[in-house]
Every structure is written in C-alpha cells, then in structure tokens.
C-alpha cells in the first residue's frame, strides 16, 4: 500500500473553492493541501471556454511543479470547460466537480426533478445535464445560471438581505419546476448555503459539489495509507496561493474553513504563462 506524502493540489478561480479544502481536512485532516485561487482573474463564469482552459492548464502546471500527487479542479467551470485538457497534460491523476455531484444528485432525487445552479459557461456547457443522464435517462435537469453568486461571496456579502433576494429570483424558475435536490454546481455556492436553504425549503434536498468532490477524492485515496507518526489526530497544513493577495480572500477564507489563514503567497501572474 503506498504512502501519503506529497501535498494534494487545489484550485478555483478566487476564495470558493477553499470549500473544498474545508471538506477535505475535515475528511482526511493529515493530509497537506496546496491551494490556489485565481483572484486576479476571477470570475471564470463569464470567460471564454478558451480563457478558461489556458487559465486551469497555467495553474495546474504551476501546481504540478510544486510536487502534488492528486489535483482537484475545485472550480466547476474548468471541470465543465477544461478537464479532458487537464487530465491529458498533467501527470497525476485529476478530479473534477462535475462527476461526483451529478453521481450524487442521480442517488438522491426520488422525482426525477434535479435542479442545477452555476455560472454561466458551467450551465451553459451542459456538463451536469449530460453525466447525470448517463447514470440515469429517465431524469431531467433544470438549470439556472446565477453570475451574481460568485461576486457576493468574493465581496463576503453572503449575510448581506440582498444575498437572499438575488437567491429568491435565481430559484423562482426551479422551484416552479418542482425539483427536489439542486445541485450547487460552483464552488461559492455553499458559503449561501444558509440562504440557499431558507429559499429552496425544507423539500428540496441541497448538494454541494464541494462535499460530493471531498468524498470522491477520500474514496480515491483509500488505498493509501499515512506516513508512519501520522495518524487520524494528525494535522496537515494548508498553504495558499493567490494572484491578488486581497484582504477580502483572508476574510472570506478564514471564515469558510473556521481556521487562520497562516500561509498566503501572492504569485505573479508572469509566472504562470506557459512556455
């Protein structure tokens, strides 16, 4: 059985995806995370597919060099846009949001009624739709894009009453429809999830995509076993990096992982083109 050692890779396009990280230490705490939020560049949502997969293939790149074993696209529009690219360049095996959140929503709903909310390029690229009917034909997939959302929780106005109204009309049209799971197909989703939760109601189940991508990595990574001294009250450390070093990605991200944000290291964006 082979040993952990180096870290696990992470990125997203700003401070979401640190709700990924968040539910990877809370599965496999000894495990070192590297991450890394776009911020400079974020959002990825209004961007061209070909914006996005040179942004992703630049920082999975980046993130390949520092020595990581597993990478995980924490972003759901390079897992939409990007991924075949990723998985084709990168020489250690890639996880994307896509697959375990469609896998889950398939399992959950019990109408057949699966609501998805994203960003734009993320509904647009129909990449939920088409996974979670390849696990089941018979469902059928209504989705919203809410380009609002990112920008909210980047600014850390989750709270904020005009968080719950943008909520009300992205929903409306789902809701109408009668879904009874949605799926949050974007990384900064959950940070609403309390908002998310009092608008959708107590009859619609929500799936994060960041849990479902946590519990897909940990089933990955089973076969491994902990350096020797490191056992499950283990530790592992979280460094991340940013291309805007923002007080805002401290703020939001110390209160997504309830934990100091000990390690921030800007990085130019030069040193991310690729060669």
Same mark, same amino acid.
């Given at each position: 059985?082979?040993?952990?050692?180096?870290?696990?890779?992470?990125?997203?396009?700003?401070?979401?995806?640190?709700?990924?990280?968040?539910?990877?230490?809370?599965?496999?705490?000894?495990?070192?995370?590297?991450?890394?939020?776009?911020?400079?560049?974020?959002?990825?949502?209004?961007?061209?597919?070909?914006?996005?997969?040179?942004?992703?293939?630049?920082?999975?790149?980046?993130?390949?060099?520092?020595?990581?074993?597993?990478?995980?696209?924490?972003?759901?529009?390079?897992?939409?846009?990007?991924?075949?690219?990723?998985?084709?360049?990168?020489?250690?095996?890639?996880?994307?949001?896509?697959?375990?959140?469609?896998?889950?929503?398939?399992?959950?709903?019990?109408?057949?009624?699966?609501?998805?909310?994203?960003?734009?390029?993320?509904?647009?690229?129909?990449?939920?739709?088409?996974?979670?009917?390849?696990?089941?034909?018979?469902?059928?997939?209504?989705?919203?894009?809410?380009?609002?959302? =990112?920008?909210?929780?980047?600014? +850390?106005?989750?709270?904020? #009453? @005009?968080?719950?109204? $943008?909520? !009300? &009309?992205?929903?409306? /049209?789902?809701?109408?429809?009668? =879904?009874?799971?949605?799926?949050? +197909?974007?990384?900064?989703? #959950? @940070?609403?999830?309390? $908002?998310? !939760? &009092?608008?959708?109601? /107590?009859?619609?189940?929500?799936?994060?995509?960041?849990?479902?991508?946590?519990?897909?990595?940990?089933?990955?990574?089973?076969?491994?076993?902990?350096?020797?001294?490191?056992?499950?009250?283990?530790?592992?450390?979280?460094?991340?990096?940013?291309?805007?070093?923002?007080?805002?990605?401290?703020?939001?991200?110390?209160?997504?992982?309830?934990?100091?944000?000990?390690?921030?290291?800007?990085?130019?964006?030069?040193?991310?083109?690729?060669?």
């Amino acid at each position: 059985m082979p040993i952990r050692k180096a870290p696990i890779g992470v990125f997203d396009s700003g401070v979401g995806g640190l709700t990924v990280a968040a539910e990877i230490r809370r599965a496999m705490p000894a495990e070192d995370i590297l991450y890394f939020g776009d911020t400079a560049r974020v959002p990825y949502g209004n961007k061209s597919p070909e914006t996005v997969t040179r942004y992703s293939r630049e920082i999975a790149r980046f993130l390949e060099a520092q020595g990581i074993r597993f990478l995980v696209v924490a972003c759901n529009t390079s897992s939409a846009l990007a991924l075949d690219a990723l998985c084709a360049e990168v020489s250690v095996p890639v996880l994307g949001m896509i697959e375990p959140g469609a896998r889950a929503a398939a399992e959950t709903t019990g109408t057949g009624r699966v609501g998805l909310i994203g960003t734009r390029a993320t509904v647009q690229s129909g990449a939920y739709e088409r996974a979670v009917l390849a696990l089941n034909p018979s469902i059928h997939v209504f989705s919203q894009a809410c380009p609002l959302f =990112v920008p909210l929780v980047e600014e +850390g106005w989750a709270g904020d #009453p @005009v968080a719950e109204e $943008v909520a !009300r &009309r992205y929903l409306k /049209p789902l809701l109408e429809r009668g =879904v009874d799971t949605l799926i949050l +197909g974007c990384t900064h989703y #959950p @940070v609403l999830n309390s $908002v998310l !939760r &009092r608008v959708a109601g /107590p009859s619609v189940k929500l799936l994060s995509s960041s849990q479902c991508a946590a519990k897909a990595l940990e089933d990955a990574l089973a076969g491994e076993r902990l350096p020797e001294g490191a056992g499950p009250g283990g530790r592992g450390g979280l460094r991340c990096y940013v291309t805007d070093a923002g007080t805002h990605f401290r703020e939001v991200g110390e209160r997504i992982l309830g934990e100091p944000l000990a390690e921030l290291i800007p990085v130019e964006e030069e040193r991310l083109v690729l060669a």
